[in-house]
Each structure stands twice: as C-alpha cells, then as structure tokens.
C-alpha cells in the first residue's frame, strides 16, 4: 500500500468515526486523540514565526546598541528608553534601537554561573565585533572591564560643551598604553536614577574603543542627563 494510500484510508476511517458522534463527542474525541498534533502544530507556528522576526529586525539599521548589567533593581527600563529615546532620534520603520537589561555578570561564581558566563560571553562576543556602543553597569563589574577591554575616552568622545557639563562625574581609567583616561561615567546623577537612591550600589557607564555609532550614542547621553 502507499503512502497516499494509507493517508486516503486513515481519511475516510476518521471521518467514517466523526459521523457517528454527537458534536460534543467529536470536540472529546479530536481533543483527546490529535492534542499532541495541535501541540505540534503550535511549536512549528512559533518557530516559523521566531525565524521570520529573526530575519526582518536583521534586515533593519541598528541605530544604537547598548548592555546594562546587573540592574538589581531595576533602574533602567530598556523598552521605556527605546521608545522614548527613539522618538527623539526618529527612528523609521528599518531602524532600530537595541538595548539589554537582562544581562548578569558575576565573577565570583556564587550565582547563575551559566547565566553568568553566557552574559560576559556576549559582552566580549559584541565588543569584538565593534556592534556595542555602550555598557552600563556597576562600580565592581567597571573596575573588571576598565582593566581588560580598550575604552574610548569620554573627553574625545562628547562634545566640549557637554563634557563640560559632565565632567565632575568621570571616572578615570587607563588606555592600553597605560595612560590616564575618563573611561567611565557616573550615572547617579542620570534621568533614571536621580531621586532613587542606592547607597551599596554605583553605576557606572563605559564605551567600548570599538563602539560604532558615537554620534547617537553622545545624543543618547545627552538624553540621559537633561
């Protein structure tokens, strides 16, 4: 018998079944017996659906790209930024603004360790590429990537006017040929932290050497101390 065959067989046997049966004895006997295809079906729909979102947001400018690390206590709101931040950029409809809150980074190893190394693994992955613009995190985790990653100093980085305003809140680094630097910036005193405060914790933010799109991010910067 063949394939076809079979198929046209275990057809008109079904359907043969569903004649017999009541409406309410059809929904039991679909429900019970095709469940897993349903189940089935919905994996597949997601995942084509994942793949074609993977494809269009990879066909779209991306405009300004940036982690926050270790956000305990949730500070930063990632899509309020994108949103508000975009309308100030303009993004258009291939454009795209990408930033991360739900990155970990613990090096002592005491929490998440996966979680943690698969977080610090893309960091370094997207610094290598020269596809990060900025990361903000805490004092502890700027101490660590101040002394292993190049950063680009905020004086060359920032408009004079704006670095003057600024400059009380930089923090100083040393560049790969151990010169001093402002490689990082205190965020206290930023939109999304002025009025809370959280005497254990600092955040501080750090520009990659690599970082690809300075102009919007010197805007972004702006945005986040007006």
């Known amino acids: 018998m063949t394939l076809s065959e079979r198929i046209s067989k275990w057809y008109h046997g079904e359907r043969a079944k569903l004649r017999t049966m009541s409406f309410k004895q059809k929904v039991s006997y679909i429900a019970y017996y095709y469940k897993l295809w349903f189940i089935g079906f919905l994996v ?13 947001q990879s066909h779209k400018e991306t405009l300004l790209q940036g982690f926050i690390v270790n956000d305990l206590y949730d500070l930063f709101d990632t899509g309020e930024m994108e949103d508000e931040f975009g309308g100030i950029l303009g993004v258009g409809k291939n454009q795209r603004i990408i930033l991360d809150g739900d990155l970990y980074v613990d090096f002592e190893g005491r929490d998440a360790r996966d979680y943690s190394a698969a977080s610090n693994g893309k960091i370094i992955a997207y610094i290598a590429t020269a596809e990060l613009d900025f990361v903000i995190t805490t004092e502890k985790l700027y101490d660590h990537y ?7 100093d905020f004086r060359q980085l920032l408009p004079a006017d704006l670095y003057a305003r600024l400059e009380e809140y930089m923090i100083p680094a040393l560049d790969a040929e151990g010169k001093p630097i402002d490689g990082g910036l205190n965020m206290e005193h930023c939109r999304f932290m002025e009025g809370r405060e959280h005497e254990d914790v600092n955040y501080y933010m750090f520009v990659p050497l690599s970082a690809p799109d300075t102009d919007a991010l010197c805007r972004f910067i702006e945005w986040c101390f007006v």
Not at 46 to 52: A, E, H, K
């Open 44 to 56: 597949l729909a997601l995942f084509v659906w994942y793949i074609g979102d993977v494809i269009v």
């Open 146 to 152: 101040s002394e292993n990653v190049p950063l680009l």
